[in-house]
């Protein structure tokens, strides 16, 4: 439920520093009744932080990143996102802000939050705020209107206090210009690269091969393996036993009506006069004075389009000031107000925005649509049929799972219930495994290689059903004899010492440099090629070399006085000598078009830092106690 009021949040920052949580908090007046729950994982100055917020969080993350990640969301990367940190520290974050907010005073009003909830679209119909559509969702969701209402109230407290620190944050003109001029200059250098690859073959003796295997060991492991049993309860077998109502699939559109309808949308152009956010008011009024002129030119029959394109100063200007078509929530508020006042085919007043005057053309009016229920009945009954299914195969696998565990004999209680048994070959925790979808590898690893002797794994969900593992047998890794890889070890052995050859060259080279010898003379006497890589900005791919960030710092540390580096770089498996050619500093003249756009992100960029900074504050002012202190760990 708490899903639907993320989803239609205005705070765009509040996303980016504190991410999409869900966490419940005081409704109006009303004494927290879930601070009596057992199993608190932390306090916030008293204030208890449950398993239940903490499991909600966490799943939420979960579904962000699996969202975000796709098949790419492996076992390591989970690791490395250390999804149980971040959903504590952010329900922590939380807690913090909302108490700041209420010590401040800051206060929600009561028709701020009937505002906030009546504009959220799951809860219309036909445009407006139904109640029962209101109570009905919450009810399906498992929630009460007092929970939800504090959420939404506490979402609004964090919004202003936001606002409250934020608004202080300034951009001068000035900053924006040397930030321009940093990420505008550009450098140009040459270089000679060292590769192994043109390294002659050296010669190797069994006694070296033989003592490179004896340090490296451990990279020749066969990797452990186990083989398990295991029994699967696919969603699918059990939709047959589904029945869906009339009455169900009714209930199922009214809650999700926002689903099955098309918001009202525009078709727009329009001509952008920008306006700094600290112009004086006698600039303000000279835009403005243009401004009119230009649409008295469009009121008086001239082209839209042409007039964009020679006078707009916002990014559609080559598109004739073209937006396409947008819904509500895609522009600034004065901006998207007036567009959808507007029918097709008229042209607006000036419209005054954070980002300047404008002149709004609306080209088309698609009304909003909603698809009838007749005709997603089916997809409707579908849905249905196989959340049923999911949950019939559920209650059956967790039967079977309970006697599994119980008797510790997996094959016993299949030959009981007639179920048919299946078995991996032996597998690495990496490898693909038969029988097992591609997406579902990790979770499927990592239950079976986490089973210790007759251990039945925990009821594992999968993408196509419910699964119960147990260990069949586990090989553990082993390193091999010697004449088993030594075609690997002698080509890694190869490649590492033509690897030190080539960076030794490098190394030479640089130190006659340093010594006085010409680059390009050097180059020429070694018969290398100089290579030119031409005028790049900081940051950016490097001409001839690729990205390499090193090479590019280090690049723009050069300079006339100091022409080559302090040590030779490595970009793409080869060693590269640079030599400093010329800087050219960016183009005053150019910093006005994009000045608003620099501001903009070095804004977006401080008022980050300013409120990380805050927030870091009253963490460690605050009295933060964990209750579970090995419960990240586990």
Avoid at 25 to 42: D, K, L, T, Y
Avoid at 601 to 616: H, V
Wanted: charged share 30%; proline share 3%.
């Amino acid at each position: 439920m708490l899903r639907l009021m993320r989803k239609h949040t205005k705070s765009t920052f509040i996303k980016i520093v504190l991410g999409a949580i869900v966490i419940v908090f005081m409704f109006w007046g009303v004494g927290s009744f879930r601070e009596q729950r057992a199993n608190r994982i932390a306090a916030v100055n008293g204030n208890p932080i449950t398993y239940d917020e903490f499991r909600n969080t966490y799943n939420d993350l979960l579904e962000l990143y699996r969202r975000q990640y796709g098949d790419r969301l492996d076992d390591n990367l989970l690791k490395v996102l250390n999804l149980k940190k971040q959903a504590l520290d952010r329900l922590i974050s939380h807690r913090l802000i909302v108490q700041e907010a209420k010590k401040l005073g800051l206060r929600v009003r009561k028709e701020e939050l009937i505002g906030a909830i009546q504009d959220i679209p799951a809860f219309k119909k036909e445009g407006r705020f139904d109640q029962q559509i209101y109570l009905r969702a919450l009810s399906h969701y498992g929630t009460t209107p007092q929970s939800f209402e504090e959420s939404v109230q506490n979402d609004m407290l964090i919004t202003k206090i936001q606002r409250l620190i934020l608004n202080t944050v300034k951009v001068s003109d000035a900053e924006a210009l040397e930030a321009f001029k940093e990420e505008n200059v550009k450098v140009d250098i040459d270089f000679v690269a060292f590769s192994p690859a043109s390294v002659k073959d050296p010669k190797l003796t069994q006694e070296t091969i033989e003592a490179y295997f004896s340090k490296h060991k451990d990279q020749y492991k066969t990797p452990e393996k186990v083989k398990a049993h295991y029994l699967s309860f696919p969603f699918k077998e059990f939709e047959k036993e589904i029945t869906i109502t009339e009455n169900e699939i009714q209930n199922y559109y009214e809650l999700n009506r926002e689903k099955f309808s098309t918001p009202k949308t525009v078709k727009a152009r329009h001509i952008l006069f920008k306006v700094s956010e600290d112009a004086s008011p006698e600039q303000v009024e000279a835009i403005k004075k243009k401004a009119l002129k230009v649409l008295k030119a469009t009121r008086e029959g001239g082209d839209f389009a042409a007039l964009a394109r020679k006078y707009s100063e916002g990014p559609t200007k080559n598109r004739g000031g073209d937006l396409g078509t947008f819904p509500r929530g895609s522009m600034v508020k004065p901006f998207e107000d007036v567009a959808f006042s507007l029918s097709s085919g008229r042209i607006s007043d000036l419209v005054r925005t954070r980002f300047g005057w404008h002149i709004i053309k609306v080209e088309k009016v698609n009304a909003p649509t909603q698809t009838p229920l007749d005709k997603v009945k089916e997809e409707i009954r579908k849905s249905l049929v196989n959340e049923g299914a999911k949950i019939t195969a559920f209650e059956k696998a967790n039967k079977i799972y309970e006697e599994c565990a119980a008797a510790c004999a997996m094959v016993d209680v299949a030959t009981d219930y007639k179920l048919g048994l299946d078995s991996t070959v032996f597998f690495a925790e990496n490898e693909q495994i038969p029988g097992i979808k591609t997406q579902d590898r990790p979770n499927f690893a990592r239950a079976a290689f986490a089973l210790q002797g007759d251990d039945v794994s925990a009821l594992l969900e999968l993408s196509d059903g419910y699964y119960i593992l147990q260990l069949i047998e586990k090989k553990s890794a082993q390193v091999p004899k010697l004449k088993d890889v030594e075609k690997r070890v002698r080509q890694d052995l190869l490649q590492e010492e033509k690897k030190k050859s080539a960076r030794e060259a490098a190394e030479q080279f640089l130190a006659a440099l340093k010594n006085g010898a010409d680059f390009y003379k050097l180059a020429e006497k070694k018969a290398l090629a100089v290579t030119s890589t031409g005028p790049f900005k900081r940051g950016n791919q490097i001409p001839e070399i690729g990205y390499a960030p090193s090479v590019s710092e280090t690049a723009f540390l050069l300079s006339g006085e100091k022409p080559f580096p302090e040590d030779v770089l490595e970009a793409k498996g080869e060693y590269l000598v640079l030599r400093f050619k010329k800087t050219e500093e960016a183009k005053e003249e150019t910093f006005s078009s994009a000045k608003e756009t620099v501001k903009t992100r070095i804004l977006n960029q401080k008022r980050q830092e300013t409120f990380g900074q805050w927030l870091a504050v009253l963490k460690k002012k605050g009295e933060i106690i964990y209750y579970q202190k090995d419960f990240l760990d586990s």
